[in-house]
């Protein structure tokens, strides 16, 4: 089946500094990748979907200038979490479908442990 | 209203027993609909897509009405494996994805 990786597993960071997570689709090529933010014992939320060669669409009340994403390839995202603090910490997932319609199964990452100190 | 709700549980069942979790969701327009299984500190996992027919796949059915924007899904002789967070996900769309907050199953000895 299609395989997505992410990196870091988990990071640990002190407040202020910036975090970069990568999601990659590794044996499927995925015009869409999709990040979301999942804190203990709640869902999974939304925060953007990342097309590749465009701006990324932001969920209501996610700040894109604190999330930056970049969608560079077919087979790469990137979420940095900028000037990260204690409250941003969480479990953070990116997921990849290789179809787009008309249902489209979406592949998920490991996930990232965020731990902002 | 939430998107996609879902009854969080816990539901604590023995092994062997049958257990049913429901699922609303708000978008009419909604295209297709999902179960996936999280372990703890685990991504999610497809358990299984859910067709307007519904669907079955060994012990586990899958159930969607669409009038009543409603979906389930039936473990049968539940499994100690079977513990985890079952996700009702349904695509409003044909791009994005809607997450309930899940509901927690245990299985006992």
């Known amino acids: 089946g299609a395989v997505v990786s992410q990196h870091p597993s988990w990071v640990i960071c002190k407040s202020g500094t910036s975090v970069k997570i990568e999601c990659r689709s590794l044996?499927?090529?995925?015009?869409?990748m999709f990040w979301y933010r999942q804190f203990p014992k709640q869902s999974l939320m939304l925060m953007a979907t990342?097309?590749?060669?465009?701006?990324?669409?932001?969920e209501q009340g996610v700040e894109k200038d604190k999330f930056l994403i970049n969608h560079a390839s077919l087979t790469l995202s990137t979420l940095t979490v900028t000037s990260a603090h204690p409250e941003d910490s969480s479990f953070y997932i990116c997921?990849?479908?290789?179809?787009?319609?008309?249902?489209?199964?979406?592949?998920f990452g490991p996930g990232t442990r965020l731990t902002v100190l | 209203r939430k998107e996609v709700e879902q009854d969080p549980g816990p539901f604590n069942v023995p092994e062997g027993a049958t257990v049913a979790f429901n699922c609303t969701y708000s978008n009419s327009a909604s295209q297709s609909f999902f179960w996936y299984r999280q372990d703890c500190r685990k991504e999610p996992k497809l358990l299984m897509s859910?067709?307007?027919s519904g669907n079955e796949d060994g012990r586990f059915t899958a159930q969607l009405n669409r009038a009543s924007q409603y979906i389930s899904l039936l473990i049968r002789d539940s499994k100690l494996s079977d513990s985890a967070t079952y996700l009702c996900v349904v695509n409003p769309n044909n791009n994005d994805m809607r997450f309930g907050a899940g509901t927690r199953l245990t299985v006992k000895p």
């Open positions: 990342s097309n590749e060669g465009s701006k990324a669409t932001y």
């Open positions: 997921s990849a479908s290789p179809s787009i319609v008309p249902y489209n199964e979406q592949f």
């Open positions: 044996d499927f090529q995925a015009t869409t």
């Open positions: 859910v067709y307007s």
